[in-house]
């Protein structure tokens, strides 16, 4: 057995196929998605993300605003801003870049965010709306993972799913949609004694933790589905995952690869919350 594959580069360009589309429409009617990005700081992976998501507004017809100050900008003056893009009707996504400097309680910002534009998905409210499930805008990242799963054509409804990570951007928010699913899921974290005795009974397994080698062959079901969304790097400096991916490619029944996995599918799902948000707004 070797794993399949799952792509997240092609699959996240058949969405912003649709996307566009859909953007265009809204456009031609005077409504162009609006989405904002504040970048505080000079963390340089923040930087490139931040250029990443900007590019791909640019690339699928969206009104982008990037805002960038320096590393010593006040909470008091971001919040400000927030409240400004929060009234502004041609803005319809707000994205915070994390991390932000010490000074400035992320919570806080995050809190600031007006619901309707929390199209990172990160506050109390939209946490809520997905625990209750009701419509709500879901965390980039988990629902990147559910549609990389959802590619497979595998039916989750009462697959064994074991989430790695239990952080409240991707491990409990993936938790839940894969309950919304009807997948029965356990969570796993540094507190478990024994990771392999649960990753050996997966049907589906999402490696979360930021932790290289934190899922090897020998923890792995033959043909699960395994989704690697760790970012990390080896001792050469060669971008890896959470997933020892040489020992598991051959086990599993499909694998996303770093990069080209969760990576181009979290700004997908960015993008189509912002996109959800202008549709929204244009219909109100």
């Not at 969570?187 to 080698?213: E, F, K, Y």
């Amino acid at each position: 057995m070797s794993a399949q594959l799952i792509s997240g580069t092609a699959l996240s360009q058949q969405i912003r196929q649709d996307i566009a589309q859909r953007a265009a429409v809204l456009a031609s009617a005077g409504h162009p998605p609006g989405l904002a990005v504040i970048l505080v700081g000079d963390d340089p992976a923040s930087a490139v993300y931040v250029r990443n998501k900007v590019k791909a507004c640019h690339d699928l017809g969206f009104h982008s605003v990037l805002e960038s100050y320096p590393a010593d900008f006040s909470e008091d003056a971001l919040l400000a801003r927030i409240a400004a893009l929060n009234a502004d009707t041609r803005i319809h996504g707000i994205l915070v870049q994390m991390p932000l400097p010490a000074h400035i309680r992320a919570a806080r910002v995050i809190e600031a965010i007006a619901t309707t534009k929390d199209v990172d998905g990160y506050s109390v409210m939209s946490a809520g709306e997905l625990m209750a499930g009701l419509p709500g805008f879901k965390p980039c990242t988990p629902w990147g993972c559910m549609k990389l799963i959802e590619a497979t054509g595998v039916p989750l409804k009462g697959k064994h799913a074991v989430v790695i990570g239990r952080s409240n951007t991707v491990g409990k928010p993936m938790a839940l949609l894969l309950l919304q699913a009807n997948a029965t899921v356990t969570i796993c974290h540094s507190g478990t004694p024994d990771l392999a005795v649960h990753t050996r009974q997966a049907d589906i397994v999402v490696a979360a933790v930021g932790r290289r080698n934190t899922v090897t062959g020998d923890m792995v079901k033959p043909g699960a589905i395994v989704i690697d969304v760790g970012i990390n790097r080896n001792e050469a400096g060669k971008l890896c995952g959470d997933v020892d991916a040489e020992s598991v490619a051959p086990v599993a029944g499909w694998l996303s690869p770093v990069p080209g996995g969760v990576g181009p599918m979290t700004i997908t799902m960015l993008l189509a919350n912002t996109l959800e948000s202008a549709e929204r707004a244009a219909n109100s």
